[in-house]
C-alpha cells in the first residue's frame, strides 16, 4: 500500500529565509508525486508534481521539489519565504492510473517578522 | 470561475440528521473524487466517479454514506444518521481522463474549497 510521511509537523521560519519541507513516500513503482498548500479553512490548491522526467520539478509562488529515488523522497523548497506563504503543505502520491491520492498529514509552516 | 465548487461551504447540524453535499466539477473533467480531512489529518480517499459509474468506494465510507453522479456532471454525498465522528472537511476533486496519453494538467486533480461539516 502507498503511504507518504511528512516528520515535520510544524515549521518555525523567518521571513525571508530558506525552507525545505519533508516528504517521504512508500510506494511499489514509479509513483506521481504532488505537493499542495491549503489556506485556513480553504482548499487544496496544486503546487507542483512529479510524474516523470527531469527530477527537478518547479512550481508555482517560487516553489521547487526535487524527486529522490533513492530516498524516497519529494522534498520541497523555496530560498526566500513571504509572509503569505504561511499554510498547511501536504505531500501526496498517486497510485497507478493516479485515481487515488494518499496524503501525508501535512506540516504547518509559521512565518515570524 | 471555472474551478471545482462545492455547496455548501459550511454546514452545522444535530446528531441524527441527514446532511448532503453538492460538488461541481470543472466542466470537461469525466473524473470525480470526494476526500474527508478531519482536524490535523491529510485528506483521505473516500470514492472516485468515472461519468455516471462509482468504481471505487474506500472502506472509510460505511453503510451511512452514499454518493451519486446521475448525469455525469454534478455529484452529490448524503451522510445519513450523522454521527460526531462524521464532522470533517469534505473535499471534492475532479479531472479529466481519456485514452492515449494524458498531458500532467490531465493527470491532476483540482480541488474544491470544500464543504466543513460540524456535527454536534
Known amino acids: 500500500a502507498q503511504s507518504v510521511t511528512q516528520p515535520d509537523i510544524h515549521i518555525t521560519v523567518s521571513e525571508g529565509a530558506s525552507l525545505e519541507l519533508r516528504c517521504n513516500y512508500s510506494?511499489?513503482?514509479?509513483?506521481?508525486l504532488f505537493w499542495y498548500v491549503q489556506s485556513p479553512g480553504q482548499g487544496l490548491q496544486l503546487l507542483l508534481k512529479?510524474?516523470?522526467?527531469?527530477?527537478l520539478v518547479q512550481g508555482i509562488k517560487g516553489f521547487e521539489a526535487e524527486f529522490k529515488r533513492s530516498q524516497s523522497s519529494f522534498n520541497l523548497r523555496k530560498p526566500s519565504v513571504h509572509w503569505s506563504d504561511a499554510a498547511e503543505y501536504f505531500c501526496?502520491?498517486?497510485?497507478?492510473?493516479?485515481?487515488?491520492?494518499?496524503f501525508g498529514t501535512g506540516t504547518r509552516l509559521t512565518i515570524i517578522p | 470561475d471555472t474551478g471545482v465548487s462545492q455547496d455548501p461551504r459550511h454546514k452545522i447540524t444535530k446528531r441524527g440528521q441527514n446532511v448532503t453535499f453538492r460538488c461541481d466539477p470543472i466542466?470537461?473533467?469525466?473524473?470525480l473524487y470526494w476526500y474527508r480531512q478531519t482536524l490535523g489529518q491529510g485528506p483521505e480517499f473516500l470514492t472516485y466517479?468515472?461519468?455516471?459509474?462509482?468504481?471505487?468506494k474506500s472502506r472509510l465510507l460505511s453503510d451511512r454514506f452514499s454518493a451519486e453522479r446521475p448525469k455525469g456532471s454534478f455529484s452529490t454525498l448524503e451522510i445519513q444518521r450523522t454521527e460526531q465522528g462524521d464532522s470533517a472537511m469534505y473535499l471534492c476533486?475532479?479531472?479529466?481522463?481519456?485514452?492515449?496519453?494524458?498531458?500532467?494538467?490531465?493527470?491532476?486533480?483540482?480541488f474544491g474549497p470544500g464543504t466543513r461539516l460540524l456535527v454536534l
Open positions: 466542466s470537461e473533467h469525466n473524473r
Open positions: 466517479f468515472q461519468n455516471e459509474a462509482q468504481l471505487e
Open positions: 512529479y510524474f516523470s522526467g527531469d527530477t
Open positions: 476533486a475532479s479531472r479529466f481522463s481519456g485514452r492515449g496519453l494524458l498531458t500532467s494538467s490531465q493527470e491532476t486533480q483540482y
Open positions: 510506494y511499489g513503482a514509479t509513483p506521481y
Open positions: 501526496a502520491v498517486g497510485n497507478f492510473g493516479n485515481e487515488k491520492l494518499t
